[in-house]
């Protein structure tokens, strides 16, 4: 029985993803309208004692040790997919076939061919109103929404550089314990697809350009890691100990390439330079070996006009050039918390700021929103295709001495 009023919501995996989407599901209907009132009917994993652990923390209803059993009940609308890339294309597939909607964590999967049909799947379910989204949550930050916006209307002209990196330093410890983001047959990659396709999906969003070509190198500094214990975090604080047995790490540690995007007229909102325009470029980095840095998710944009910068660490802040505002300008910091800024409007009185758990709550609110207006919402699995094309570019220059690798 379908409530008109009720999206009810299966969620598969309750590990960092889960609590960040649980959050979301929670905390939007308290801080927005939506259309839809998300309920958070059942959370589904392997272990029976550790979900039903999980709904109990998380406000679940019910919890499943199978999602499959996600996909057969009735009472369920949606699939929130938070678990590793290697199990996405199979549950996708199989809850959009079954007529549920679906958000599926980043990458969109572990290799072209997964996504492709990923991507057929929900291009065959959106005539019958079952749509899809991927999980690329940095569209939702303010500041980044707030970007998009001023590219779009020409603020910056015509961009000519893309400049992005994502900088993390969790396995600087050549200890931390091998878990499955180490593990090419569950995560696909390393800092390249767990971290670099965000820096991909916002680079392509803000600028309205699809990468078309890159040249890139991998590096993986630490060959092999102790076997983890009882994995706590994302660094890994498990029992690991002296002696513990130690594995191979199948993935990169650090991921750096240059890019082109698309040339003539795009999303820039610039006077369109013609097919001979040259399109911008781009300077990528993904690391979880910066030390020091924390989560600076970066990007910078300089075009003929203007430029802009952002930094995650500085979350609610994006660093403005206007070439208009004469050669003593400089940058300027602006705090996106006003009420007419993305997103902002529905939290505090301005100057309070936000925090990562928002762009999950954003995130929740778009999908709900496009859903009950019977439209796709964005980033939709063939965006993120085109984000897994270009993971796959690098992989491949990489392999190829950086030789260029057209998407
Ligand atoms: C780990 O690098 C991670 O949790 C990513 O998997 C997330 O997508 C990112 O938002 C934060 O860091």
Redesign the pocket.
Known sequence: MTDPTSLRVGMVGYA??GAAHSHAWRTAPRFFDLPLQPILTAVAGRNQQSVRDAAQKMGWESAETDWRALIERDDIDLIDICTPGNTHAEIAIAALEAGKHVLCE?PLANSVEEAERMAAAADAAAPRGVYSMCGF??RRTPALALAKRMVEAGRLGQIRHVRAQYL?D?LSDADAPLTW?LDKSKSGSGSLG??GA?SIDAAQWITGRNITGVSALLETFVKERPVAGDFVG?GGTGATGEDAERGPVTVDDAAIFSARFESGGSGDGSSDGGPSEAGPVGVFEAT?FALGRK?A?RIELNGTRGSLAFDFEDMNALSVYDAADGPDAGFRKILVTEPGHPYTGNWWPTGHGLG?EHLFTHQVVDLVTAIAANRPPTPSFADALQVQKVLAAVETSAEADSRWQKV
């Open positions: 960092f993803m980043k949550s940095y993390q969790w983001r767990d971290i965000h994302l979880r989560n998710m990562y």
